[in-house]
């Protein structure tokens, strides 16, 4: 499967930003996908997580109350709204797929989110 990630920009502290990543081909029930994210000099991060079948989500727990991942079925697409950003959101956000948790079989080819203060 090919994911593409996109709706990474440069925005403002306080600002959202909707990330999406379109698979190209249907996820089964029994998939998962999720977002990480790499910092400038860090490594990249677990940051948000769902469950095809049941939609349940799992989440980093710095962005926990901020960030929402959710899922179009139809679309085969996966969403992450991120409010109330900060500078330290700044990093390439990575989209993957698989079987576990986190999943991590297959990854898009990452979106820069910028967050100036």
């Known amino acids: 499967v090919q994911l593409q990630a996109s709706g990474g920009g440069s925005v403002q502290a306080g600002d959202s930003l909707r990330l999406s990543c379109v698979a190209s081909?249907?996820?089964?029930?029994?998939?998962?996908m999720g977002w990480f994210r790499q910092a400038p000099g860090k490594e990249r991060e677990f940051v948000a997580a769902?469950?095809?079948?049941?939609?349940?989500?799992y989440y980093e727990d710095s962005i926990k109350g901020r960030f929402t991942i959710s899922k179009d079925g139809a679309e085969n697409t996966v969403y992450l709204q991120m409010n109330s950003l900060k500078p330290e959101d700044t990093a390439v956000y990575y989209c993957?797929?698989?079987?576990?948790?986190?999943?991590?079989?297959?990854w898009g080819q990452g979106t820069l989110v910028t967050v100036s203060s």
């Open positions: 993957a797929t698989g079987a576990t948790l986190p999943p991590s079989s297959y």
């Open positions: 081909r249907r996820i089964y029930s029994s998939g998962i």
């Open positions: 769902i469950r095809w079948g049941s939609g349940r989500t």
